[in-house]
């Protein structure tokens, strides 16, 4: 997979089909996975917009985890018949489109980790203070919601900065993150 | 001067104003670190300070892992990545970041911070004046800054909670003051040898801006004194509507308020998010979620998500 196509699926600019041949290349290919989350987090934190270069091939993966239920809830699964026996229901059948929308999971997550987020969902003890008992993890819009927030008021927050480099120096070690993940 | 004779806040107030002057107009290049809790990371900059005619331009270059440089000239910032054999070129939509100038906060910063000298040191061979600023309440973290004596640059800074534990911090391990020639800024990869990626159109950016808005967004009463500095709408890449961007400010410590309709938000209930200094808080209100997003305690987030409201 070439660079020049991954900045393509980067900016949605290819077909369904070779979206799909693209994502498959990606999900073969750790280095070319590195340098996707490279472009995906330095676009995304230096643009003010927040994470758009990604967000067509987020979705895109985001949608194949929606309309793989059984990913999520593998109790759903319709019976897999196994040599005569039949499965138990909770058995997921990892077959080749199986394990490639696991592994579409896999970069989500990959990707979830990047933004480093720890979210609690809270019931309100207190008007207007946020309880901190709970924790349960982001799903991936939540994820892509709160990192665009990050991201969107990285540009404006000075304080503590080393003379301003505050928000780019988080880029430059983000990164590091992205690459060793 | 002694560090013995700087006496009071006044003198620490100078200190901060020049500070904040300093980074934009000086040339400068050194190697600092940056510390979040057990990781470090430690990065290179060479800065060409701006002048009447020009923005400043500086290169940032990461010492760790792969090889990593950002460079801004003005307002086109360039990422280069050779290991993945690529560059990325993009135009910032503001000129807030590396802009950091308190010069005329000085009175709110004031009323919010006990600001004092501690004392001198040396950071990165140079001598600098510690400069400690307390918060007067518990709604926003406290810092220690070091600044260079002589050109008033911060050398260091270490961002601290309540109980004054260091929640983050950076620091020169060394600095340069001599000219840097703009042949410095340059990418250490040959620009033909990467596939570049081409964003700094002006096109790419306004798009990004929404014309009009039927809903105006406030935060009343200036909770825990923080006032507005930036009212910004825009149209958001991942709820692909329009959101509202609110950034508030104590003169040191800024908090920013996102309003997006509810319809396109995945958030939920009402919830909260920490992230090393960061905290944030959101809650739904009439078909809207409003999320505070700050580098300050969770209940200052809390308290301006409850206050923010449509008028």
Redesign the interface.
Known sequence: M???T??QL??GELSPDQTEQAIDDLLANPKMQ??WY??HT??AV???????AS?NIVDKVAAAIANEPTIIAPDNLPPVSTGGHQAADNVVPIGQKRTKILSYVAIAASFAAIV?????????ST????D?TGTAAP?M??T???Q???V??G???????????????????G??TV??R | MSSLAWAGSGDAMSLLAGMSTA??KLDYSGE?V?V?GA?I?S?K?V?IGATADSGSQQK???L???M?E?I?LDDV?A?V?P????G?R?K???R?????DISNKIETIEQYYTVKPQGATRVANRDCEIVSVKPRDTYR?G?SLCIDREKR??L????LNLEGDVL?S???ISVNFDPVPASDLSSGTPPKTL?W?D?SDEKS?TE?RAEDETIKWQVRKNPAGFEL??YIT??????KTRIT?L?LGDG???V?V?VSPADA???E???????G??N??TRKMNGFVI?A???VP??TV??I??YTEAY
């Open positions: 070439k660079n020049q991954l900045s980067l900016d590195e340098s490279a472009q330095i676009r230096i643009k003010n917009g927040g994470a758009q967000c480093m987020v720890s979210y609690s969902p809270q019931q309100a008007p207007g203070i946020a901190t799903s819009a939540v892509q919601e709160f665009s927030m990050i969107q008021h540009e404006f927050s000075g304080a503590a900065a080393l003379n301003g480099l505050v928000a780019y120096a988080k880029v430059v070690n990164s590091t690459a060793t | 980074a934009d600092f940056y979040k990781k990371s990065m900059v800065h940032l270059m990461a760790d892992g792969s990593r950002i801004q910032v990422c990545l290991d993945q054999g690529m990325l993009e910032r939509q503001t807030q970041l590396f802009r950091f973290y810092y640059l911060l260091s800074s270490e961002l983050e950076y620091q020169f596939n990626i964003d950016t990004m500095e930036h825009r149209i958001s890449p991942i709820l961007h950034v040191l410590a800024q920013s996102f938000s995945a958030i209930s009402k919830a909260s998010l920490n992230m200094s960061l944030s808080s999320t997003v700050g580098e969770k209940e809390a308290l998500a409850d």
